[in-house]
């Protein structure tokens, strides 16, 4: 289960976001990129889940109509209350509301899109979260929902296992409850027409600190789950400074994309 510290408040979130925003080497960013996926017509009603820190709406700022009517939504109070700040320099008025995506109690058929942008693998009951979605969509709407493959950034992952190895932990990463590979299955019950899209890009690692607050922000992600042990940073620092010293930049694949749902 999701521990409850993992996003009280945006901090351990935006360790993870620092490393995707600083080496990303496709210019285009993701959000801006699913934006380009949305229909634009005026006056559309806009629902968005699990919103995080509101990057998505921050990085499309200057391309949403006026006349659209967004709610972004997260049951984080520390996660709205982010979202709110960084969005009250922009000039559009969005709605917030704490709503858990597995428990939706809007109006049937009220939404033209609903935005899921990595979230639905934190849920315990995703197939009650797409049926509230489905039932809140117009016939009409669209569905879009964001996550990764399974590729994501494995070559990174592979220096993590390879130093862990050394120390006789034996920890990997799970395979993804919602992912690229596995998601088609879980949307087709509930969209009949659901297609896929990748975002190219790969990160170009220089710096060691970034990465290793990106692993630091995994720890109690699930329970008690530990992926970099407290007293194993100091050597996992200089286990990848010579990997950067040698080969001066750390390439990881970035695996993500987007299902597009419609009825
Ligand atoms: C990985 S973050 C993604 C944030 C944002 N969508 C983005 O792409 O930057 C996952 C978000 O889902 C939220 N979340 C987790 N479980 C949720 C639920 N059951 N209902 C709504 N939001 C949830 C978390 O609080 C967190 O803000």
Redesign the pocket.
Known sequence: M?SNSQ?ASSKK?EAR?DLHRRFSTNPKSK?VWIFEHFPKTENLKVL??????G??WLANRNQIPKTWSVIL????KG?LETARNSLSRINHRFQYEE????DISYPDHCFDIIL????LY??ENRSN?LSHIRRILKDVGVFIT?TMGKNDLFELHIHLYHFLESRNNHFRFGEFSFSLENGMEQLTPFFSKVSISRHENTLRIDEVEPVIDYYLSFNGIYNDVVILPEEDVEAFREYLQRIIDSEKVISATKDSGIFICTQ
Not at 99 to 102: I, K, L, P, S, T
Not at 116 to 119: F, L, T
């Open positions: 999701l996003y979130y976001l959000y968005e889940l699990g919103c995080g820190t990057l998505f939504t997260d049951t984080s996660m709503v858990n995506a597995e899921a942008n990595n979230m934190h849920l979260a964001s």
